[in-house]
């Protein structure tokens, strides 16, 4: 049964793999976040995990507060989307000793905010053989804390320098430069 908007917490949207605006009067549902078509059982090393899915009520014809719920998701799950990024980028830079620099992309600003786009990091590392860009992608893993998917695209310094001058191009999809993920202090390497 769908939730009314003014009891939906913040808590309740960061533990959600999916939200929709649930009409309840007609049933008729609008996407807000994640994708519907997600199976409802998936299985990781650490077992199975099942995707969480919040039904608000929203009548179809209050646009206004659909705008609010959908900016209001948007808004929590960037802030948790940062906070998985970095917590994977510290994973990296622990275990890679080449790792020089996690530089993190994403889509434009209306794709990232109507789905769960996944996390999307340029790293440089010094020990990986020069192969160009070719994305690897990860599923989430809630009880580690990366809360969603990745793809990751990793590159020799040399690499890195081309991509720079437009020489070597990153897939589409990969448009805006978020921000370079600092190494943690005391992790060595390069």
């Known amino acids: 049964m769908p939730i009314p908007y003014a009891q939906v917490s913040d808590e309740?949207?960061?533990?959600?793999?999916?939200?929709t605006a649930v009409d309840p009067q007609t049933g008729t549902d609008r996407p807000v976040y994640g994708h519907l078509n997600v199976p409802a059982l998936r299985w990781y090393p650490a077992g199975p995990y099942s995707?969480?899915?919040?039904?608000?009520?929203?009548?179809e014809s209050d646009g206004a507060l659909f705008?609010?719920?959908?900016?209001?998701?948007?808004?929590?799950?960037?802030?948790?989307?940062?906070?998985?990024?970095?917590?994977l980028a510290k994973r990296h830079?622990?275990?890679?000793?080449?790792?020089?620099?996690?530089?993190?992309?994403?889509?434009s600003r209306n794709v990232e905010a109507q789905a769960a786009e996944p996390i999307k990091l340029l790293e440089v590392n010094t020990n990986t053989v020069a192969s160009g860009v070719l994305p690897l992608g990860f599923d989430?893993?809630?009880?580690?804390?990366?809360?969603?998917?990745?793809?990751?695209?990793?590159?020799t310094p040399a690499e890195f320098e081309k991509i720079k001058k437009r020489e070597l191009q990153?897939?589409?999809?990969?448009?805006?430069?978020?921000?370079?993920?600092?190494?943690?202090?005391?992790?060595?390497?390069?």
């Open 51 to 59: 995707v969480k899915v919040l039904e608000v009520a929203i009548e």
């Open 140 to 155: 989430s893993v809630p009880d580690s804390g990366i809360l969603f998917p990745s793809v990751i695209i990793e590159v």
């Open 93 to 107: 830079f622990e275990v890679e000793d080449g790792l020089t620099r996690i530089i993190r992309f994403s889509g």
């Open 67 to 87: 705008q609010e719920l959908t900016h209001r998701v948007a808004v929590i799950k960037k802030a948790q989307q940062d906070e998985s990024a970095k917590e």
């Open 12 to 19: 309740q949207i960061v533990a959600s793999d999916i939200i």
């Open 170 to 190: 990153l897939p589409k999809g990969w448009e805006i430069q978020e921000a370079e993920l600092p190494k943690p202090s005391g992790i060595s390497g390069v």
